[in-house]
């Protein structure tokens, strides 16, 4: 997580980050929301094609039941999708602002990051995080 975000952050590593948003992301949460809508989700919970995304053996049977019934929950599910939206209105009224007025070039900045073996994100979106916190490193 990088804290300011701006839109443009996004831009600088050949679009890996806006296909892995609008191909990965978005349509798969969205097919969530509606297959938890008619019951698919929970047909495919039932039948062990559709798994929790944080499934361990060693996972207390409680924290597993939770994740089934929040992927078979639609308001959950379109909460997330929500936040998805929300997030790109937030980048949408953030490059308005910056339009009127510049961003400032001495800005401190916050950044967090995850493990290169992460489940939810790809190798090649990793590399490109890393790329990107170089070059912030190389700024100062």
Known sequence: ????????LFDEDSGLWNKFWYENLLPKWYSYAIG???????????????KPQINSDSMPQNITNRQKFL???PKHLFSLVDEFINLNETFDQMKL???IKQFPQNVSITILTGKND????????????SNRLNSLKNVN
């Open 71 to 73: 992927m078979s929950n």
């Open 97 to 99: 602002i910056w339009s």
């Open 36 to 50: 938890s809508i008619i019951g698919l989700n929970r047909f495919l919970i039932m039948s062990n094609f559709l």
């Open 1 to 8: 997580m990088i804290n300011p975000l701006v839109e443009t």
């Open 118 to 129: 992460d489940m939810f994100v790809s190798s090649d979106l990793f590399e490109a995080d």
